[in-house]
């Protein structure tokens, strides 16, 4: 049992390249989750799903899309990096709402 | 809009030294106070939840209580390996509000042996 898994660790990208971040869960929970994290401002909420084949917006949802296909997994799209968009970046999972958020390890992403 | 403030923002103990980290909220209808532990670029690791004034947990060395305006994190006879950042959330209720989580900006806790 993984939990939540994230890929890749790390990644550098040039403004304006796109790329894709994957988010798996293997608790087969319906509500999952993107946040970045950056010094001083705290975890805030990009996108959410809250089951398969739905997503919104959260917080911060300018610059990112996201899909949700399978159940498990959770993609976070940049189509045209900003140095503005480097973070770090967790995804969550939960089996409902209400109910404890289980976070990744986390994507570390800079924008040159 | 709801708000999360944690006090202090950076905390050093001795080991053995008891303390108290706080977390103050304004939400308009409190569903569920979160607590995290995180280590240095790892992601949050949960801890406890509270869903009403009066409610304790513990955990080991830890103990989480909450009031009307605001959490605290007690910690006793505090250990080296007990050195994190510690993030409250708060989740309020209504509308899209359901699934968010509002997040501090969490205190930095270290523990010198």
């Known amino acids: 049992n993984a939990g939540v898994t994230q890929t890749p660790k790390f990644r550098v990208l040039k403004t304006g390249q796109s790329m894709t971040l994957l988010c798996a869960q293997d608790m087969n929970h319906e509500y999952m989750y993107w946040y970045r994290q950056d010094p001083g401002m705290g975890l805030r909420l990009i996108h959410y799903?809250?089951?398969?084949?739905?997503?919104a917006k959260g917080e911060v949802p300018d610059g990112y899309n996201v899909s949700r296909l399978k159940k498990q997994n959770f993609l976070l799209g940049l189509e045209s990096a900003a140095p503005s968009q480097t973070s770090v970046y967790f995804c969550?999972?939960?089996?409902?709402?209400?109910?404890?958020?289980?976070f990744g390890p986390g994507t570390r992403l800079l924008v040159l | 809009e709801d708000q999360v403030t944690q006090s202090p923002e950076a905390l050093r103990l001795q080991e053995g030294e008891s303390s108290s980290l706080n977390c103050s909220y304004t939400?308009?209808?409190?569903?569920?106070l979160f607590w995290y532990r995180q280590d240095p670029g790892k992601g949050p690791e949960f801890l406890f939840t509270?869903?009403?004034a009066g409610e304790e947990k513990e955990k080991e060395r830890l103990k989480a209580t909450l009031t009307k305006k605001e959490s605290f994190l007690h910690i006793t006879a505090p250990k080296p390996e007990d050195s994190a950042t510690y993030l409250c959330?708060?989740?309020?209720?209504?509308?899209?509000?359901?699934?968010?989580?509002?997040f501090g900006k969490g205190t930095l806790l270290t523990v010198n042996p």
């Open positions: 939400v308009s209808g409190l569903r569920g």
């Open positions: 969550a999972s939960s089996p409902g709402t209400l109910r404890t958020q289980y």
């Open positions: 959330a708060v989740q309020a209720g209504g509308g899209g509000s359901n699934y968010k989580l509002t």
């Open positions: 509270l869903y009403s």
């Open positions: 799903s809250v089951g398969e084949g739905t997503t």
